[in-house]
C-alpha cells in the first residue's frame, strides 16, 4: 500500500520528477526567512519587500488552484507567503504610524 501511494506520487504530474514540485519546494525558503525575520525590530523591515511577498502569495495561491493539474504544494507555499507578509506588514505599520501615538499619550 506504501509502495503504491509514493508510486502515485512519483508519477503526479506535479510530482517529484517535475520542476512543478520543485520550485514551489524551494520557494518555502523565503516564507521561512520571512518567519526568521519576526524576532528582526520593525523598523528594520521593508515596505517593499513585504508587499511583494503579500503579493506573490496572494496571486500566486489563486493561480495555483485554477492550473492544471492542481498544485497542492504551490498553494501551500503561497498561503504561508501571503500569511508571513501581512504579519510583517501589520508589524511595519503599526511600529510606523501607531507606536509615536502611543507614547505621545504616555507622556500626558
Keep these: 500500500m506504501a509502495t503504491s501511494k509514493l508510486q502515485a506520487l512519483w508519477n503526479h504530474p506535479a ?13 518555502w525558503g523565503i516564507s521561512i526567512a520571512n518567519i526568521a525575520d519576526f524576532s528582526k525590530p520593525p523598523e528594520k523591515l521593508s515596505y517593499p519587500q513585504q508587499i511583494a511577498v503579500t503579493a506573490t502569495g496572494v496571486i ?12 497542492w504544494n504551490l ?9 508571513t507578509g501581512i504579519y510583517q506588514l501589520t ?9 509615536e501615538e502611543e507614547t505621545a499619550v504616555a507622556k500626558e
Excluded at 15 to 27: D, E, L, R, V
Excluded at 75 to 83: D, K, L, Q, R, T
Design 15 to 27: 510530482g517529484p520528477k517535475t520542476i512543478h514540485f520543485w520550485a514551489p519546494t524551494f520557494k
Design 75 to 83: 498553494f501551500s507555499v503561497n498561503i504561508a507567503m501571503a500569511g
Design 60 to 71: 500566486w495561491s489563486r493561480y495555483s488552484t485554477v492550473i492544471t493539474p492542481k498544485n
Design 91 to 99: 508589524r511595519k505599520i503599526r511600529h510606523d504610524y501607531f507606536s
